[in-house]
């Protein structure tokens, strides 16, 4: 194909040029050159464009105009220029066919990533529990534990404890052991105020079931240490409601005891905190309704729950639960 | 006084009592023929007590040095190293930057050798306060530094520097030797390489715990390092910058230390692999696992009573790294189930007192006072007969001698899955795995597993007799002390004829 176009070019040029020599220097003389060099610049340029490879369609309609520009405009060297370009072209195509493909196997097949992560805002516990992912990569996902809070990283981090990976597992100790740490130092703290006795020991018995509470919630206390702590966070808050009653020391307690499982007097408690706002009592007795398998209670109370006064995670239970 | 064997000693033996100090002493005794020269290294001076061990009469002489002791300023004056010396210097910091292969930054760590040990064309002195080192810092900072504070770039760099010139004089001044011996890669495994440029005789490591991946541990959690980033520049995912540059520091001073020694021993398959993937030789790599001494541990069997005395015995020094809390967590379920148990904490708590502390708060805490004992230090042989399970509830081990002394002494053991607790719980080998579990073997930081695993041991006489046995026959068959002997009789004698 460009063989002859080129062919038809060149005796288009050469009918062209012939002219030229033969024809006198006239205006009429001039306008048959032109217009025989114009169309030998676009049967050239025609020609040129077939050289690209198939398919690249969108390059074949940009370079069209410029070959045709360049053989017009620079009609004694245009052709000679072009098929030099044109032989370079040929070469290139010669080696580019005669290099060998490599063969790219297809990708390991990892059922960890398409494991949804459960921590949704980050992903790092599909990426922390994937042995496939470089260690770097995972001591940077765990660092970045490091500023999530505790509730939700503690779960991620007891994961990490079962990692082959001795960098990963010790880091992820440390982090875990430095959040237990803090929390430890207070309850000590707070028990020595409470040993003192006096004015300080109903002080310091709030704090113990505060900092009891937070050891669960945190989920740094498992097992019968989590049990102990529960125990003695509802101790402390009794203590406390027998001298002074108040409805957050109240809360601690009903949500002690339904952890503990004591799931009657829980319910109880949690109806009498009139005071607090229902967005703070309804889920507990909503989730409390759920673990005694009363679903259509559970449902109706998440109903009475304001969707937009509650936090975003909550947010997706109501929404769960006020689905028809 | 010419020594056959320096030992190269960081932070343990004489003056810290635990499993890496017991096996330097046994060595130590174990070659009464050999001349043994002592060179301890630590942090400073008060922070280490009185010598923990009597000193065999085979050591011909210990010397300490304490890298960060603070030191009075020496006077003012105006002194500059050659460009020449300043020009080696930023091409080795250079080399050590990412994408430049490790051997010819290896390379040119070893052509400063000398530099450093002449100890005139490059001094401390030029390093802390001549203009050109100014400017190199100067320079670096503004090339490399990510973190915006220059007052910590200056202070780390010249904190991180400054032993280097205080073990190359260290190295200068040691006494003729056949063979130096490091115990661990970290500061006393750059000596031992200064030691080998300078002296022309060969470098022996063995490493127990792997100390380039214990610091990065540390490192990476260790709050005094800072990070001045702002909350824009800060990516929660990335290592800070000086917490990265004292990571690196670590990693080529081990490496320093592969790169001089031969061989270079672990203690099992894993920490192999390990030395291994941070540069070591593999064809130098070799494997020596710790032993016991039998005929001292044996005669404890007759000892004990007809009845598995209920009792959980954590042996070791009450520090971080042992997780001295999840064992006491434990106590709490067992005590629960099982109230006759105790659980003791045998082991010296003036290493990390601020630890020791939260471990007796966390005793307290969980109502375990009449039930947990710290005992301090103990004579393991008086201990070995009054318990039913030595624990190791550790994050981190190598190949632990308490348990091989348990076994020697018929008490099987309940370990977490570090180090080479598997394999010497379960066995290594099909032959050694034929033997029986000696114990049981559990994940890390589980209290409730770690209770579980000794309640259905002390719960159960046959089974716990059957680990009895198991850890009698293990121990007599694959890690008897004149094994280790042997090994070493050989890795020094090899040495010795090679330097």
Known sequence: MQTKLLAYATVLEGSAWGGVILASSDSAGFVAFSLLHAAAALVASLALTTLLAPGSRRARLSLLPLAFALLFALPLIGIPLILLWLLGVRRLRARHRAATFAEVSVPPFDIHLTTRPRFRFTGAGGMLANARVPVDTRVGALLALSQVPGRIATPLLRRVLACSNEDVRLLAYGLLDAQEKRLNAAIHEALSRYAVGGAERLAAAERLTELYWELVYHGLAVGDVRRHALESCLAYAEEVLAVRPHAEMKLYKARALHALGQLEQAAALYRELDELPPSRVLPYLAELAYDQGDYATARQLIGRLDRLATVPRLAAVVRYWSAA | ?499
């Open chain 2, 1 to 499: 006084m010419r020594a056959d064997i320096t030992l190269l000693l960081e932070g343990t033996y004489p003056f810290v009592s635990g499993g890496v100090s017991s096996w330097v002493h046994q060595i130590i005794r174990a070659f009464p023929e050999w001349r043994f020269h002592l060179v301890f290294l630590g942090s400073r001076r008060e922070d280490y007590g009185p010598m923990r061990y009597e000193l065999p009469s085979n050591v011909a002489g210990l010397e300490t040095h304490y890298l960060f002791e603070p030191e009075a300023p020496p006077p003012l004056e105006v002194l500059e190293p050659s460009p020449q010396v300043m020009a080696e210097v930023e091409a080795l910091h250079t080399s050590f930057l990412a994408g430049v292969p490790p051997a010819q930054a290896m390379a040119r760590m070893a052509s400063m050798y000398p530099t450093l040990l002449q100890g005139d064309h490059l001094t401390r002195e030029h390093f802390l306060r001549s203009r050109a080192a100014w400017e190199t810092i100067c320079s670096r900072y503004k090339r490399f530094c990510t973190d915006p504070s220059f007052v910590d770039y200056f202070w780390t760099v010249r904190i991180m520097h400054a032993p280097l010139w205080k073990l190359a004089a260290i190295a200068r001044n040691l006494p003729a030797s056949r063979v130096y011996h490091t115990i661990s890669t970290g500061y006393a495994g750059f000596l031992g390489a200064l030691a080998k440029a300078h002296h022309r005789r060969p470098l022996i490591l063995s490493e127990h715990g792997i100390y380039t991946k214990e610091r990065k541990i540390d490192l990476l959690q260790a709050q005094w390092i800072k990070d001045n980033r702002n909350v824009f520049q800060r990516d929660p995912t990335e290592v800070s910058y000086y917490r990265s540059l004292w990571i690196r520091f670590f990693e080529w001073l081990g490496r320093a230390c592969y790169e001089a020694a031969q061989p270079i021993i672990a203690l099992y398959e894993a920490n192999r692999q390990r030395q291994i993937q941070d540069g070591a030789n593999p064809a130098r790599t070799r494997l020596i696992p710790n032993g016991v001494n039998l005929a001292r541990f044996a005669p404890l069997r007759a000892q004990r009573s007809t009845r598995v005395p209920p009792v959980l015995c954590l042996i070791g020094r009450v520090v971080p790294i042992k997780d001295v809390k999840t064992f006491i967590r434990a106590m709490r379920r067992v005590v629960n189930v099982l109230p006759e148990a105790e659980g003791w904490i045998a082991g010296p708590e003036d290493e990390d007192p601020g630890y020791a502390q939260e471990c007796r708060n966390l005793v307290a805490s969980l109502g375990l006072t009449e039930k947990v004992r710290f005992l301090g230090f103990q004579k393991v042989d008086e201990l070995l007969p009054k318990i039913g399970l030595t624990v190791l509830s550790s994050i981190s081990e190598a190949l632990p001698l308490v348990i091989l002394e348990g076994y020697a002494a018929g008490v099987p053991t309940l370990a977490t899955d570090v180090g080479s607790c598997r394999q010497l719980v379960e066995g290594l080998t099909p032959e050694d795995r034929a033997l029986g579990p000696s114990g049981a073997i559990v994940g890390i930081a589980d209290p409730t597993a770690l209770a579980d695993a000794a309640l259905a041991l002390l719960t159960d006489e046959a089974r716990w007799q059957a680990a009895s046995r198991a850890a009698i026959a293990r121990v007599e068959t694959y890690y008897a002390d004149q094994m280790m002997f042997d090994a070493y009789r050989k890795v020094y004698s090899e040495a010795m004829e090679r330097g």
